[in-house]
């Protein structure tokens, strides 16, 4: 009986796997706007720089997927299973996918559609207006209206921004 009510969800839990899932979102494209403008400031070719975007992608996932287990085994004494390891899978996998973007845009570079730095520089900027576009409807989904949807996105592409000035600050 115990594993029929951990098989039907509890009022909320899509909510909170949604949630969860967006969270991992968000984290990986501040992440991901921090590689690809320190990439954008060093001496890096296309190769070189959708190597170390799919490297970042990865390495996020994996920790990410380390964590929830260890989490796990630690809170229930066993390793997650079935329904529970396919949420971590599913919660975690946008980790993954905010390096297809930028991969695209330096395949481009590598095509000479465009330079590796404008591909860099443009997939930075779509993380940043990904980020204010989160917020807004964050903030329209709070019933909030127009006015603090976009101060709510303007504080999450700020966030964004802050993100790059200080990788660009740094120098790498």
């Not at 509890?10 to 921090?34: F, H, N, Q, S, W």
């Amino acid at each position: 009986m115990a594993a029929d009510r951990r098989a039907d969800p509890a009022p909320g839990a899509e909510a909170a796997v949604l949630a969860d899932r967006l969270k991992e979102r968000i984290y990986a494209t501040i992440t991901m706007i921090a590689v690809v403008v320190g990439l954008s400031l060093g001496d890096v070719g296309a190769l070189g720089a959708v190597a170390t975007v799919v490297t970042t992608a990865v390495g996020l996932w994996l920790a990410a997927f380390v964590a929830d287990q260890q989490a796990h085994r630690t809170v229930h004494r066993r390793f997650a299973t079935g329904p529970e390891l396919r949420r971590m899978l599913y919660v975690s996998s946008p980790l993954l996918s905010c390096a297809v973007g930028p991969a695209v845009l330096i395949a481009l570079a590598a095509l000479d559609v465009l330079s590796l730095g404008a591909a860099l520089r443009v997939a930075a900027g779509v993380g940043v207006v990904s980020l204010f576009l989160w917020g807004c409807l964050g903030g329209l989904r709070m019933g909030g209206g127009t006015l603090t949807a976009v101060a709510a996105g303007l504080v999450d592409a700020v966030i964004g921004v802050a993100v790059a000035l200080v990788k660009a600050a740094a120098g790498h």
